[in-house]
Nanobody
Framework: QVQLVESGGGLVQPGGSLRLSCVAS????????TAWYRQVPGKERELVAS??????????NYAAAVKGRFTISRDNAKNTVYLQMNSLKPEDTAVYYC?????????WGQGTQVTVSS
């Protein structure tokens, strides 16, 4: 059974940082394209960052709103994908989801809430 579990969300002040983690079981993240999405109530889920399997640093893709502030990375030994979020803004408030994708299967985590507020 495949399961993705996000953690690391919470309440942070504007300008602060958080690191989200997504641990996978039942699949090997190393061979999956991975991505982070976010969603606020009443809006569609939007892509935040993505990285293809086997890619090296610098080949990730980012939404314009987070480029230069967020970094996606992975630790294959821990079967974990991360999203480092710096210089957070109130508009970054959302539920953040990780996704693993390859031919034959797409999997989502349950989401973790990030709230940026003073």
């Amino acid at each position: 059974q495949v399961q993705l579990v996000e953690s690391g969300g919470g309440l942070v002040q504007p300008g602060g940082s958080l690191r989200l983690s997504c641990v996978a079981s039942g699949l090997i993240f190393e061979i999956y394209d991975t991505a982070w999405y976010r969603q606020v109530p009443g809006k569609e889920r939007e892509l935040v960052a993505s990285e293809n399997s086997g890619s090296s640093d610098g080949s990730a893709n980012y939404a314009a709103a987070v480029k230069g502030r967020f970094t996606i990375s992975r630790d294959n030994a821990k079967n974990t994908v991360y999203l480092q979020m710096n210089s957070l803004k109130p508009e970054d408030t959302a539920v953040y989801y990780c996704k693993g994708d390859r031919v034959g299967g797409t999997y989502w985590g349950q989401g973790t809430q990030v709230t940026v507020s003073s």
